[in-house]
């Protein structure tokens, strides 16, 4: 066992236990953010993607020893207020486009594409959109896509 | 087949309304004792008939034209629709515990539009929550079949506009204003005089205190105003916000431990012996583990913990119920035990095929997961149960606990496509709880739902049509099917026994269900589907749409290659021979908007294919890309192969409630039939699917999935809702299946196409769940 401390949706965190613990399951487990998915628990399915230091990561595959102090790790949850708004602009395209079905996929698709846009800009092309992994199993993917295209010209 | 339920044809053509709907109709309801304003409702409600048959040689209907299993389903719900209750709250808001599962085809949403519709109230004053088990309800709370709002719309409606009835009276005594005079608007009672008396300030005065019969108007659809616009989930900022909990995410105990279980390397095999379980004990976080009926379980601090313990226990195990079996042995098994066909192919010419299916997957994204509590005699359990109060009785028989002393309550589901009519996780997570003595969150890793989980069964398709001077004058098929699991029943134990019974039990049961489900749409002659099917020790259970995905797609291929046999364009042909004038009605649709015939590159194919299920009336028109720069895309870990870029989906459900939800049923339910004809199959070697995670099982993808999606509601023809989750799945299927046909020139003998191919590196079967990867900061795409 040892002391992890990080941040987390802007607040300090410290948490004990040992270092090869996934950070999935220090956020889920111990820290009670559940956000994040656990869809398969191998870095394929996507679900649990989050954002560390801005970018698109899967905490189901780092260990929290991994994770340095000075990381900011932003979850599903302080989404919204990494852009200091109530709704970050994909989370509101995806309720305008009533992306959702089950939603059990849907903080990691809104995760990957915030991250996805940030990283290509507005100009969002199929190429990219087909280069999305995360996978939804209600197959709502046609409503991905519009979704995207629309939050990524409000970023 | 009750025939005294049988009305007259409709009236109307598709697109106009037919002159039933434009009547009210009376319901009994009750109100009910509480502290507030509580309705229940009860009542009874028509059938929709066969349209007539008209073209070509007409075949007499089959089972399902006049009477289908969600017809079965709602004469079984009929008996206990009154104890579907609303309640009218003090802060002005309705509540309905819905005996229903909600796993993402918004259910939830459709049945608070019926409640804020009847009652006049705005929509987000309307919840709706899931019900625990309630075992008065006998058959009223099984969610399979598309049947949730065909079997709710009567009853809800019914309680809501008691509600309103019961809380207009009210307003009459206190304003002392003649009933007629007031009207609702807005969740408030209005005088003339434009005095408002909110429903919230009527809640108490309103209540009953004792149970009293009445019978209520409900409104017409044509005074519909909520009802039949699209609107969005009632769920969805939870869900974007990260807040909508599922079982995983519920924190009923911080005792409730997380907990997975080791398994063996076959399917259903027993432990008998842990080798090392001071080991296990010693491991970081790990604080119980327990032998259960077919595996070990092992309770954490992490489920990661959980994980990791499962890479190191040692286990002796007994041998399962399929050890040894593959995909050749089960589809030889099939083959050899197809029923025979009647029609000899010697006098007239015969399109013959035969089509194997292979299993599949119906697990859905969110692992199966159960938190049980089980002490003192007593236990209670949170988990997405579709049948949750055959959950309930079984758990209770199979722990050796009272009728009754087990509380199950049924938890938001992250999908579940057939998986959550069993409750295999709930039972699983009681049996650890009751040997541990506390609490446990037990839930299957990915790999566990792949290789343990229940399956869509492997069959085999074959078909006869002979056809004659532009007539075809029979058309056979023979449905072969490893045994579907339907234990289930009808939701209670009572149906669920009979179902297990041998001799009537589950084949006459699955046979029903077959063929209160199919029916060939075309005007074939003489035209008979059966099935047969084989228990080879698999679990299995119903997928999305059950049993027609793969008969359609071997019953369209065949309708394909008539017409090219006849020289007629494949649209033509159908118009030809369909039946039903919603069906045509969809062709032409149709093929106008997915402008069939249009001119494409060369390898790029159309397919389109028709389905007539749960009164519902669908096409699907679709382009399938076949071209080698696009069959060889290079994505890792990924199937590509040919890709559908256009999709056109018209749908007819009789009345559409929800437009918007309704489309996402079908965008959903089109990703699942091209899944299954071009990409997703498990693969039985040794006993046990080979299939572990997500780029092992191809689901349809990003890149799988169509750029270009075109879904088209018709109006309303029927007035009343048909079915909608699963609609879509089988025409979707059945249109790629042709389009590519179209590409090689002949009917494919196996589906999905990639089957052949592994196309992944199995992941070993011991440990039986692999551990998670290290490189999660620089393996980031």
Request: some cysteine; glycine content about 8%; proline content about 6%.
């Amino acid at each position: 066992m040892s002391t992890h401390v990080f941040n987390v949706n802007g607040r300090r965190v410290s948490v004990e236990c040992d270092d090869s613990v996934r950070l999935l399951w220090v956020l889920r487990d111990l820290l009670g953010i559940h956000g994040p998915k656990y869809g398969c628990g191998l870095n394929v399915c996507k679900a649990c993607t989050s954002h560390i230091n801005g970018t698109a990561f899967n905490p189901c595959s780092v260990p929290v020893s991994d994770i340095k102090e000075s990381d900011e790790i932003t979850t599903i949850e302080g989404l919204a207020a990494s852009v200091g708004k109530d709704l970050h602009p994909m989370q509101e395209a995806w309720l305008e486009g009533d992306v959702a079905q089950c939603g059990y996929c849907q903080p990691g698709q809104i995760m990957a594409a915030a991250a996805l846009v940030k990283e290509k800009g507005a100009d969002i092309s199929d190429d990219d959109l087909d280069q999305i992994r995360n996978i939804c199993r209600c197959g709502t993917y046609h409503r991905i896509r519009e979704a995207i295209k629309a939050g990524a010209a409000k970023m | 087949m009750p025939a005294h339920r049988r009305a007259p044809a409709p009236e109307a053509a598709p697109g106009q309304t037919s002159s039933r709907e434009l009547g009210r109709r009376r319901f009994m309801g009750y109100l009910i004792a509480a502290p507030t304003l509580a309705v229940a409702a009860g009542g009874a409600w028509e059938l929709l008939t066969p349209d007539d048959a008209s073209a070509a040689i007409p075949s007499p209907p089959q089972p399902s034209d006049a009477y289908d299993l969600g017809d079965l389903q709602n004469d079984a719900a009929l008996p206990t629709a009154y104890l579907i209750k609303i309640v009218i709250n003090e802060d002005g808001t309705a509540s309905f515990a819905m005996p229903r599962a909600e796993v993402g085809q918004g259910i939830t949403t459709t049945v608070a539009m019926m409640i804020a519709e009847e009652l006049d109230l705005p929509l987000d004053k309307v919840t709706v929550s899931l019900a625990d088990a309630r075992p008065e309800l006998m058959l009223n709370q099984l969610t399979g079949g598309s049947n949730s709002v065909r079997s709710l719309y009567i009853p809800v409606r019914t309680a809501a506009a008691l509600a309103r009835q019961q809380l207009l009276l009210t307003a009459s005594k206190q304003l002392n204003v003649p009933v007629e005079q007031l009207t609702t608007a807005g969740g408030n009672i209005l005088t003339p005089t434009g005095k408002a008396l909110s429903y919230g300030s009527l809640a108490v005065p309103a209540a009953s205190s004792t149970l009293t019969s009445t019978s209520v108007l409900v409104k017409p659809t044509s005074k519909f105003t909520l009802l039949g616009t699209p609107q969005n989930r009632i769920d969805a900022l939870d869900i974007v916000t990260g807040r909508k909990q599922f079982a995983m995410d519920l924190e009923v105990s911080p005792d409730a431990k997380p907990t997975m279980v080791a398994r063996p390397p076959t399917i259903n095999g027993k432990p008998k012996k842990v080798n090392n379980l001071a080991a296990v004990l010693a491991l970081p976080g790990v604080t119980d583990v327990a032998m259960i009926t077919y595996g070990v379980a092992i309770r954490a601090e992490t489920f990661g913990q959980c994980i990791d313990a499962i890479q190191v226990i040692d286990v002796d195990w007994a041998g399962g119920t399929v050890d040894g079996q593959s995909d050749e042995s089960v589809e030889k098994k099939l083959k050899a035990a197809q029923l025979p066909l009647a029609v000899p192919n010697l006098l007239t010419k015969s399109v013959d095929t035969e089509i194997t299916f292979a299993f599949a997957s119906n697990s859905p994204l969110e692992p199966d997961c159960a938190i049980a509590d089980i002490k003192g005699g007593k236990g209670e359990i949170w988990s997405s149960l579709k049948v949750p109060i055959w959950a309930k009785q079984n758990i209770e028989e199979e722990l050796g606990m009272a009728p009754g002393s087990v509380t199950v309550h049924v938890a938001q589901g992250g999908g579940s496509f057939g998986r959550h009519l069993f409750h295999d996780v709930a039972l699983e997570a009681a049996e650890a709880s009751k040997k541990m003595g506390k609490p446990v969150k037990l839930m299957w890793t990915r790999t566990d739902d792949f290789r343990q989980g229940r399956t869509h069964p492997m069959c085999v398709a074959k078909v006869r049509a002979t056809y004659a001077l532009g007539n075809v004058i029979s058309y056979e098929q023979r449905h072969t099917s490893v045994r579907t699991d339907f234990t289930h029943g009808l939701g209670e134990v009572l149906t669920a026994t009979a179902a297990k019974s041998p001799l009537v039990g589950n084949y006459s049961f699955a046979q029903s269900i077959f063929l209160l489900s199919q029916s060939s749409p075309y005007n074939f002659g003489v035209t008979t589907q059966l099935l047969n099917e084989v228990d080879l020790g698999y679990n299995t259970g119903s997928m999305r749409n059950i049993y027609s995905p793969n008969t359609v797609t071997a019953e369209e291929l065949v309708v394909d290659e008539l017409a090219k046999r006849m020289g007629k364009d494949r649209v033509d042909f159908r118009r030809s021979f369909l039946k039903d004038e919603r069906l045509k009605a969809v062709l032409e649709k149709a093929a106008d908007k997915g402008e069939w015939g249009r001119s494409l590159p060369d390898g790029v194919f159309q397919g389109i294919a028709l389905h007539g299920e749960y009164r519902g009336a669908i096409c699907t028109v679709l382009e399938l890309d076949c071209r080698p720069e696009t069959v060889n895309r290079k994505i890792r870990d990924a199937v590509t192969g040919p890709r559908v870029t256009r999709a056109t989906v018209v749908v007819d459900v009789g009345l559409a409630l929800n437009p918007r939800g309704l489309e996402a049923q079908m965008i959903g339910g089109f990703n699942d039939g091209i899944a299954m004809a071009l990409t997703s199959s498990l693969h039985i070697k040794d006993g046990i699917p080979l299939e572990g995670s997500w780029d092992n099982y191809f689901y349809t993808r990003q890149w799988n999935t169509p750029p270009e999606m075109n879904v088209v509601i018709m109006p309303p023809t029927t007035g009343e809702p048909g079915g909608a989750g699963e609609l879509a799945v089988a025409p979707s299927m059945a249109a790629a299946a042709c389009a590519y046909a179209q590409s090689i020139g002949r009917i494919p003998t196996y589906f999905p196409i990639n089957h052949g191919t592994l196309g992944f590196e199995p992941y070993p079967l011991e440990p039986s769940s692999p551990n998670s990867p290290t490189d999660g900061l620089t393996n980031r795409i």
